[in-house]
């Protein structure tokens, strides 16, 4: 017995975009802001029941698209799942050197709220994460790139990717709580 698959449009053939990690963030959002002109809601306000829902189907559909592809986390994430890589958000690493790099970055910005330059402190600590986030995604893109791409290891970086993304978080909301006051 033959099973037929149903083929599922991904966002990168919605946007007509390659299927690649490194992709045109000024095209995308220019034919982000194409289609979301041709689908909106509004413009079919006046057809049929089965059109409206359409369009706000269609039109959400667009919206997620262009969320995942412009988010460098959100597109690895994606790209390893059309590779049938599904990622364990309860996933650990275990690299040392990761781990003991997460923990020195974390005592540093836990001790910023108690010392008298927790804004130096912070930034310091921001800088370097960012630093080390923009590494990881130049790890990322070169990764796809390989002829045969390691899969696994792609989803390891990306892991490390989203530790430092939340940890990246945490430190913008501390800076702009210490400059808040």
Partial sequence: MKVMQIHKQTHFSLFALPVSFDID???LTQRYRDLQKAVHPDRFANG??????????RAAQVNDGYAVLKSPLLRAQYLLALNDVVADGNATISDPEFLMQQMDMRESLESASVKDDALTVVENTLDEIEGIYRALLNEIKQMFADVAPDYAAINNCVLKLQ??????NEAETMLATIENK
């Fill in 48 to 57: 049929s029941e089965q059109e409206r829902l359409f369009a706000i189907q």
């Fill in 25 to 27: 963030l000024a095209e």
């Fill in 163 to 168: 530790f430092f993304n939340r940890l990246k």
